[in-house]
């Protein structure tokens, strides 16, 4: 495990980022880690460096501090952490600065990273990045703000604990962390379950449009960027379509997508048994776990089903062999 004492001796300066278009984990392991060493190393000076986020995290402590804009920044850290990223090219514009850093450290817990800090503390079968931040922090000094941040990684990476990356080690974890006497309720009711009217509305018309293929095992919805400006809705507010999507009965795989640029598609993908969805987004260049992955792809968005289909229906078939 990580030893993050030894990683801060004679450390004067620290960078932390995340993944590109960071969701729950991305946005809870990084302020969780950053509110840390603030709170426990004063002297030490740290800066965290992500996209925007959902406003529902606005309350996380030093949310404030976040530098949203750093396109063109070169600054030059003793320390560097990438946090929920198992490459370095999803880090944006934030590559310079992992470049420049005398050294570097990647926590995370996807399958497909790749391991490309010089030290790497890649645990596959974690629930989350925030599960690992816990496990490397002094217990004793997480305060109920780090907590808080913590807390709310796990649970939207778990989905409130009901994907089965969740552990006894995860439900340890998050009570310690409620211990600290963070309002876990109130996290996950405004966090995870709460959505603004025009996410319900986006979520309904990607539900009304969605189709089933391979004989009802398979199920997907395509938003467009014409329809993401009628609804006033970003990337951002997109969160959850896709699990929603692998609710409906007989699927065995849900694909969600929406358009980034012409001919270009984010792609999520959630499966429930019988396909390892990591493999998928591995094969067109995304990564993943097993039950969760994405990727990004480009042609038309029929090109891009078929593409996907082919790979699914090959996991469905040697499922059933």
Do not use: W
């Not at 840390?36 to 404030?64: A, M």
């Not at 405004?190 to 189709?211: C, D, M, P, V």
């Not at 896709?242 to 849900?254: D, R, S």
Request: with cysteine; charged share 20%.
């Amino acid at each position: 495990m990580l030893q993050l004492t030894l990683l801060l001796e004679n450390i004067k300066t620290v960078g932390i980022t995340g993944h590109i278009r960071p969701d729950g984990d991305c946005v809870g392991s990084t302020l969780g880690l950053y509110n840390y060493i603030t709170e426990n190393y004063p002297d030490i000076s740290v800066d965290l460096y992500l996209g925007d986020f959902s406003e529902s995290f606005g309350f996380l402590k030093n949310s404030g501090n976040i530098i949203h804009n750093y396109a063109g920044v070169e600054n030059e850290y003793d320390l560097f952490f990438v946090m929920d990223c198992g490459d370095v090219d999803r880090i944006g514009d934030a590559a310079g600065m992992f470049n420049a850093a005398k050294k570097t450290v990647c926590i995370d817990h996807h399958i497909t990273t790749r391991k490309f800090a010089d030290e790497n503390y890649v645990v596959s079968d974690a629930s989350s990045t925030s599960e690992l931040v816990f496990n490397i922090l002094d217990k004793d000094k997480i305060s109920r703000e780090t907590a808080e941040c913590i807390y709310l990684g796990i649970v939207h990476d778990t989905g409130v604990f009901q994907y089965s990356c969740t552990s006894s080690a995860t439900m340890r974890a998050a009570g310690v962390l409620m211990d600290k006497g963070i309002n876990f309720s109130k996290i996950v009711e405004e966090t995870f379950y709460q959505k603004t009217s025009h996410q319900n509305q986006i979520l309904g018309r990607a539900l009304l449009e969605s189709i089933t293929f391979l004989h009802g095992r398979a199920i997907v919805s395509v938003i467009k960027k014409e329809i993401m400006k009628l609804y006033e809705v970003t990337p951002k507010d997109l969160d959850g379509i896709v699990n929603q999507l692998k609710l409906t009965k007989g699927i065995e795989c849900a694909i969600f997508m929406y358009e980034t640029a012409t001919h270009q598609y984010k792609v999520s993908l959630r499966s429930t048994d019988k396909v390892d969805v990591s493999k998928i987004a591995a094969y067109f260049s995304g990564g993943g776990h097993v039950r969760a992955a994405g990727c990004t792809m480009n042609g038309n968005m029929y090109d891009v089903i078929n593409n996907l289909s082919v790979k699914i229906e090959e996991q469905l078939e040697a499922a059933n062999d």
